[in-house]
């Protein structure tokens, strides 16, 4: 079967970017509540410019819950964490990436205390209507992904980790990645590769295209090495924060499936897994991967609507390999979609919630990824 030649192309950034920055920081907190109730509700968003930080929302749980996470300091040391994690501060290499976690300036707004009388018992519910989108290809070697995202974030994943390796005191923690690849199905080849790393006035520009080279070439392994551009608009010395602003939520089409797949409109961190942006955004990508052959050139796209109060999703529409498949609709809606039953099997995530704002929900182990 022949295909067609066309192009995808796809971004990822690094997790001292100010929006994924935020993600984590937000994530870091809804983790740190559901550790000590497992029904607490956080909806959290965070802004942050310089060192200055707002943190609003609002977070509820049992009453013994409330009071531990008090007792541990609340919000804010984790989001000095988050700063930490990303990479500002001193390096090893004895180089200073502000700002520093503790000169952050963080003002809460938060609707912070125990669930009002039987709201937790209601939490199986609806709390807001969504859209909610899931994607799945069929090659389980790209992690089911559209192969200009899995790029993007596997090239993201070696510049953080060569980092230390090749260019501590020289690279900072923000950056970001642009991938083009040539998609012709199942084949699909690296073209073009466009970074942008953060680094100091001094830094050795030899040794950031150095990184840029390794980190794209050892995340193209198996593929034909692309073109790789690096900082084509000059010096970038102003780093995360002091850069741009920051907010939490914004990065929607890099945490989803990139520009070729449509989106249902609501962030996922900063949302417990109750909250039905994130819990029907993962329970859409675990249909699709059911929807998919492996081995088979095709690709899934399942899309659900939430109605407030609702006890589970209407699956609106299935399509395989761009077209509407009815016989896999009807497989799918015998099966238990409560949000009970949705939540119950993903409240037992594994990964640390800011591991996976930064790299993407959709990595194996999941249970959404489960077949």
Same mark, same amino acid.
Request: aromatic share 6%.
């Given at each position: 079967?022949?295909?067609?030649?066309?192009?995808?192309?796809?971004?990822?950034?690094?997790?001292?970017?100010?929006?994924?920055?935020?993600?984590?920081?937000?994530?870091?907190?809804?983790? =740190?509540?559901?550790? %000590?109730?497992?029904?607490?509700?956080?909806?959290?968003?965070?802004?942050? +410019?310089?060192?200055?930080?707002?943190?609003?929302?609002?977070?509820?749980?049992?009453?013994?819950?409330?009071?531990?996470?008090?007792?541990?300091?609340?919000?804010?040391?984790?989001?000095?964490?988050?700063?930490?994690?990303?990479?500002?501060?001193?390096?090893?290499?004895?180089?200073?990436?502000?700002?520093?976690?503790?000169?952050?300036?963080?003002?809460?707004?938060?609707?912070?205390?125990?669930?009002?009388?039987?709201? &937790?018992?209601?939490?199986? %519910?609806?709390?807001?209507?969504?859209?909610? +989108?899931?994607?799945?290809?069929?090659?389980?070697?790209?992690?089911?992904?559209?192969?200009?995202?899995?790029?993007?974030?596997?090239?993201?994943?070696?510049?953080?980790?060569? &980092?230390?390796?090749?260019? #501590?005191?020289? +690279?900072?923690?923000?950056?970001?990645?642009?991938?083009?690849?040539?998609?012709?199905?199942?084949?699909?080849?690296?073209?073009?590769?466009?970074?942008?790393?953060?680094?100091? +006035?001094?830094?050795?520009?030899?040794?950031?295209?150095? #990184?840029?080279?390794?980190?794209?070439?050892?995340?193209?392994?198996?593929?034909?090495?692309?073109?790789?551009? %690096?900082?084509?608009?000059?010096?970038?010395?102003?780093?995360?924060?002091?850069?741009?602003?920051?907010?939490?939520?914004?990065?929607?089409?890099?945490?989803?499936?990139?520009?070729?797949?449509?989106?249902?409109?609501?962030?996922?961190?900063?949302?417990?897994?109750?909250?039905?942006? &994130?819990?029907?955004?993962?329970?859409?990508?675990?249909?699709? &991967?059911?929807?998919?052959?492996?081995?088979?050139?095709?690709?899934?796209?399942?899309?659900?609507?939430?109605?407030?109060?609702?006890? =589970?999703?209407?699956?609106?529409?299935?399509?395989?390999?761009?077209?509407?498949?009815?016989?896999?609709?009807?497989?799918?809606?015998?099966?238990?979609?409560?949000?009970?039953?949705?939540?119950?099997?993903?409240?037992?995530?594994?990964?640390?919630?800011?591991? #996976?704002?930064?790299?993407?929900?959709?990595?194996?182990?999941?249970?959404?990824?489960?077949?």
């Amino acid at each position: 079967m022949q295909h067609e030649r066309r192009y995808e192309t796809a971004e990822h950034v690094l997790p001292g970017h100010p929006d994924k920055l935020c993600d984590a920081a937000v994530d870091g907190i809804v983790d =740190a509540l559901r550790q %000590l109730d497992p029904k607490a509700q956080c909806g959290l968003e965070m802004a942050c +410019v310089f060192n200055e930080v707002v943190l609003t929302g609002r977070i509820a749980a049992c009453e013994e819950a409330i009071t531990k996470f008090q007792e541990q300091g609340g919000c804010k040391p984790l989001i000095r964490k988050a700063y930490q994690n990303a990479g500002y501060g001193t390096d090893e290499g004895g180089m200073d990436w502000k700002p520093f976690s503790g000169e952050l300036s963080i003002r809460e707004h938060l609707c912070l205390g125990p669930f009002e009388e039987e709201e &937790r018992d209601l939490r199986h %519910l609806s709390d807001d209507q969504a859209i909610c +989108v899931g994607y799945a290809s069929a090659d389980a070697g790209i992690d089911h992904l559209p192969p200009a995202v899995w790029l993007a974030r596997r090239i993201a994943r070696k510049l953080v980790e060569l &980092r230390s390796e090749i260019a #501590l005191g020289h +690279v900072g923690p923000d950056g970001k990645v642009l991938v083009r690849v040539e998609n012709g199905g199942r084949r699909w080849k690296p073209v073009h590769v466009s970074l942008s790393l953060s680094h100091h +006035v001094q830094s050795d520009w030899l040794m950031l295209r150095r #990184l840029g080279e390794a980190a794209v070439e050892t995340a193209c392994s198996g593929h034909s090495t692309p073109e790789v551009s %690096l900082n084509r608009a000059g010096m970038f010395i102003s780093v995360g924060p002091n850069g741009d602003n920051g907010l939490s939520g914004k990065k929607l089409v890099v945490d989803a499936y990139g520009p070729g797949v449509p989106i249902g409109g609501g962030a996922w961190s900063g949302k417990d897994f109750h909250k039905v942006d &994130r819990l029907g955004g993962l329970l859409a990508r675990k249909l699709a &991967r059911q929807c998919v052959t492996p081995g088979r050139d095709q690709d899934a796209l399942v899309t659900l609507e939430y109605h407030p109060g609702a006890e =589970a999703p209407n699956i609106v529409g299935v399509r395989i390999a761009g077209q509407p498949c009815t016989d896999a609709l009807s497989s799918l809606l015998p099966r238990d979609l409560s949000n009970s039953m949705v939540w119950a099997s993903f409240k037992g995530c594994p990964v640390p919630l800011p591991e #996976l704002a930064l790299w993407g929900h959709q990595q194996s182990g999941m249970p959404w990824e489960n077949e």
